[in-house]
């Protein structure tokens, strides 16, 4: 039972990485900027630029001492910037990819 438990749990972080990341893309595709895939507070994954994140800092959900060095750190997925530059590698991609499985597998 432990092991369907844990099936279903996988397969439902793998779907909500996958709908956030392609969300990414698709907004990257659209407005030229680089987006983030970060949790809230319900630990449900969700997609921001730069300017959300100031939001986010000013409304103070996020500290006023992160910087967007943090957030590149700390995010699961992050799309090429505004000049189509500094795209997220396959190595780096899969492991933010095994970040965001322990994360999840951890609350």
């Known amino acids: 039972m432990k092991k369907l438990i844990y099936l279903f749990r996988y397969s ?15 907004l990257h ?9 970060m949790p809230n507070e319900d630990d449900k994954l969700i997609v921001f630029n730069r300017k959300s994140f100031r939001k986010y800092k000013n409304k103070g959900r996020i500290t ?9 750190r700390e995010c699961f997925y992050f799309t090429p910037n505004r000049a189509e530059l500094d795209a997220i590698t396959p190595e780096i991609a899969e492991a933010k990819k095994l970040m965001w499985f322990e994360y999840y597998f951890k609350k």
Do not use: Q
């Open 12 to 26: 439902y972080a793998k779907l909500e990485y996958w709908y956030a990341v392609r969300k990414a893309d698709n």
């Open 29 to 37: 595709k659209t407005y030229k900027e680089r987006f983030y895939v």
């Open 64 to 72: 006023y001492e992160a910087h967007v060095d943090d957030m590149i």
